[in-house]
Each structure stands twice: as structure tokens, then as C-alpha cells.
């Protein structure tokens, strides 16, 4: 499941709990899939920090640890 996909069940899961008249047990049942999904999101936006961050570091080097002052 691709991040767009997996955030949009997410916002569907949360729209759902907000709007009440669930049962306990689909309530929890929707409780979750929300936290797997939110899980899942977080691991691909990782992901994609991680990419850019080695395109960067390869493209300049790594950063600095804290910038040069003119003497």
C-alpha cells in the first residue's frame, strides 16, 4: 500500500470514529487499523527522509556539524 493510499484509509478511519454511532467493537476494530495505518505512514515518510538525506550528503557531502565563522 503505497503513503497516499494508506493516508487517505487513515483520514476515512478518523472521519468514521469522530462521527460516532459505532459500536465498541468496531470502534476498536477501527482504533487499529488507524494506528496500523499511521504506523505504516510514518515507516514510508522515514523512508523518503532517508532517501533525500543520501541524495543531499551525496551531492555535497555530508553537513557540517555547525557552520564556519569568519576570523
Known amino acids: 500500500m503505497g503513503y497516499e493510499q494508506a493516508r487517505d484509509e487513515l483520514t476515512e478511519v478518523v472521519r468514521r470514529l469522530e462521527s ?11 482504533w487499529e487499523r488507524g494506528e496500523a495505518l499511521a ?3 510514518e515507516e514510508q515518510l ?3 527522509r532517508e532517501r ?9 557531502g555530508p553537513p557540517a556539524a555547525q557552520p564556519r565563522r569568519a576570523p
Not at 20 to 30: F, I, P, Y
Request: hydrophobic share 40%; with cysteine; glycine share 16%.
Open 52 to 60: 533525500v538525506q543520501k541524495v543531499l550528503d551525496g551531492a555535497d
Open 46 to 48: 522515514a523512508g523518503a
Open 39 to 41: 504506523t505504516r505512514c
Open 20 to 30: 460516532g454511532g459505532l459500536s465498541l467493537d468496531e470502534s476498536v476494530a477501527l
